[in-house]
């Protein structure tokens, strides 16, 4: 059976920080492409950054030089480290593992910027 567990989310002040952690069971973690998405409410799901199985990262263009996307795949872990985080930020952050025809998701952390 395949999980992928998030944690980390959670209420911050703006200018804060938080991180995401989402760990992977039932999976070859190491060959999946893992990614972040998130959703606001009245908004699409939007991919917010992803790393390949090789390591290669790409980024939503409003969080890029303030989030990071790293993976640790002996954990078979994947982190979203979110600095300078504003109101915007706020969502339901998805963690996301994809390979081929398989795509599997977690269910979901609440992150909340406000004062």
């Known amino acids: 059976q395949v999980q992928l567990v998030e944690s980390g989310g959670g209420l911050v002040q703006p200018g804060g920080s938080l991180r995401l952690s989402c760990v992977a069971s039932?999976?070859?973690?190491?060959?999946?492409?893992m990614g972040w998405y998130r959703q606001a409410p009245g908004k699409q799901r939007e991919l917010v950054a992803d790393?390949?199985?090789?390591?290669?990262?790409s980024y939503l263009d409003s969080v890029k030089g303030r989030f990071t996307i790293s993976r640790d795949n002996a954990k078979k872990t994947v982190y979203l480290q979110m600095n300078s985080l504003n109101p915007e930020d706020t969502a339901v952050y998805y963690c996301?593992?994809?390979?081929?025809?398989?795509?599997?998701w977690g269910q979901g952390t609440q992150v909340t910027v406000s004062s």
């Open positions: 996301n593992a994809d390979f081929r025809q398989f795509d599997y």
């Open positions: 039932g999976i070859i973690f190491s060959i999946y492409d």
């Open positions: 790393i390949t199985n090789t390591g290669r990262t």
